[in-house]
């Protein structure tokens, strides 16, 4: 299975901010890499797919990059409304397993 | 756009069967995967397996001796069925489509279904 390292664990920040978090994988994913947030009580929802394309109705201020085993989630000018945990998800091979999570404070 | 909604036990004893049902409502199954996904109280995420639309199925290796996921066509709904559940089974167990060319990820969730495992 390929595992996966998100850091830090939690931060938190001040509306305006620009934060970023990683995800490393054991193993390369070429770019098949997800970012999901998720709020108390929801169901996640998709922000990122193969590392860096914008799934529709997502706000630019959020941004992915990366390749191989290194990518991060960038989010620009923080918005309270960014208050969640945040996932990223290997696309590359089953199980297709997710990062333990970052929770963002604003 | 399409809406997953799912339904299934929520209240188990040691050992017996969980059962869940996924039904899809204005979208085909056609070109998709569809998946199972858990999050145990206040922890991650973690995958349990899929099913495409031709019926083939993948799961998780740490699950795949208790683990079915069934398709029904006729009726746009998928199933997941977990045998000889445990606590460790006690999770919010979401159903979701998997869009998977040129890539692989989760484009819409059901609702999610809080499943205790209680003596």
């Known amino acids: 299975d390929i595992q996966m390292t998100q850091s830090p664990s939690s931060l938190s920040a001040s509306a305006g901010d620009r934060v970023s978090i990683t995800c490393r994988t054991s193993?390369?994913?070429?770019?098949?890499l997800n970012w999901y947030q998720q709020k108390p009580g929801k169901a996640p929802e998709l922000l990122i797919y193969?590392?860096?394309s914008l799934q529709r109705g997502v706000p630019s201020r959020f941004s992915g990059s990366g390749s191989g085993t290194d990518f991060t989630l960038t989010i620009n000018s923080l918005q309270p409304e960014d208050s969640a945990t945040y996932y990223c998800?290997?696309?590359?091979?089953?199980?297709?397993?997710f990062g333990q999570g970052t929770k963002v404070e604003v | 756009q399409v809406q997953l909604q799912q339904w299934g036990s929520g209240l188990l004893k040691p050992s017996e069967t969980l059962s869940l049902t996924c039904a899809v409502y204005?979208?085909?199954?056609?070109?998709?995967?569809w998946s199972w996904i858990r999050q145990p109280p206040g922890k991650g995420l973690e995958w349990i397996g899929e099913?495409?639309?031709?019926?083939?199925?993948n799961y998780n290796s740490s699950l795949k001796s208790r683990v079915a996921i069934s398709l029904d066509t006729a009726n746009t709904q998928f199933s997941l069925n977990l045998s000889s559940v445990t606590a460790a089974d006690t999770a919010v167990y979401y159903c979701?489509?998997?869009?998977?060319?040129?890539?692989?990820?989760?484009?819409?969730w059901g609702q999610g279904t809080l499943v205790t495992v209680s003596s």
């Open positions: 193993q390369s994913v070429s770019r098949y």
């Open positions: 979701a489509r998997i869009f998977a060319y040129e890539g692989y990820w989760v484009d819409s």
């Open positions: 099913i495409n639309y031709k019926g083939i199925t």
């Open positions: 998800q290997q696309g590359y091979s089953n199980p297709r397993t």
């Open positions: 193969v590392a860096s």
């Open positions: 204005g979208g085909s199954f056609s070109g998709y995967f």
